[in-house]
């Protein structure tokens, strides 16, 4: 009964590869993104999707390419990894019709590129 | 430009001392602001939210928040603090847009 769910949670990978992560959320919510944390906490907005329609696209290069097949899952595929791509990246949702409500987190892919 | 501070990377209590992590926010629109806890190798865990109507807000494992609109201000509280709230906490506002913007985070440690 996992609200957010996230595969893989870890993914070790060497430069220049190309590496998808799959997102879940059975809350029934709109909207889903995508967040970077670094290894300083820092947590920042990639994308988000709004009833599968994109309308967050932070600076984001254009080798981090989103896919939302239906409101309930988003993915995030990354083509030709550099270093600067490890961090943990958290899918989260959230249903925000009558206004901001707070987002659900899920528990994040540790990407790790060598 | 809306912005979210947390005075203090890093705060030290012990167990049953009061906790209090600071937040200032600058927000161009009536803010919509949040807490949230974040435990080691987990997602982020929403604890409370002021949106509108009663600017104290209480929010799980007894944490509570004081929104202070003249001093841009919704800082987080707890009157006796556990172990189990050693954590990394995060103050979030929402800016618009279906865009929500973090503090840097403060990391919480409770001694013994």
């Known amino acids: 009964d996992t609200a957010v769910s996230q595969t893989p949670k870890y993914l070790v990978t060497q430069m220049g590869n190309d590496k998808s992560i799959k997102c879940e959320q059975n809350?029934?919510?709109?909207?889903m993104y995508w967040y970077k944390q670094d290894s300083k906490k820092f947590l920042k907005i990639m994308f988000s999707?709004?009833?599968?329609?994109?309308?967050i696209n932070e600076t984001v290069p254009n080798r981090f390419s989103p896919k939302s097949p239906d409101k309930a899952h988003l993915n995030l595929h990354i083509n030709s990894l550099e270093l600067g791509d490890s961090a943990v990246y958290f899918c989260a949702s959230s249903q925000d019709q009558r206004g901001p409500q707070g987002q659900f987190f899920g528990p994040g892919t540790r990407l790790t590129v060598l | 430009a809306q912005s979210v501070t947390q005075l203090g990377s890093h705060v030290s209590v012990s167990e049953g001392a009061l906790v209090l992590l600071r937040c200032n926010y600058s927000?161009?629109?009536?803010?919509?602001l949040f807490w949230y806890v974040q435990y080691p190798n987990q997602g982020l865990q929403l604890l409370l939210k002021?949106?509108?109507?009663?600017?104290l807000v209480k929010g799980i494992n007894g944490f509570e928040a004081e929104f202070k609109k003249s001093e841009t201000s919704f800082h987080l509280t707890k009157p006796s603090a556990h172990m189990s709230d050693a954590a990394e906490y995060f103050c979030?506002?929402?800016?618009?847009?279906?865009?929500?913007?973090f503090g840097a985070g403060t990391r919480l440690f409770v001694k013994a």
């Open positions: 999707y709004n009833n599968k329609e994109l309308i």
């Open positions: 809350l029934g919510h709109d909207t």
């Open positions: 927000s161009s629109v009536p803010p919509y």
């Open positions: 002021y949106t509108t109507g009663a600017t």
């Open positions: 979030a506002v929402y800016t618009g847009g279906f865009k929500t913007i």
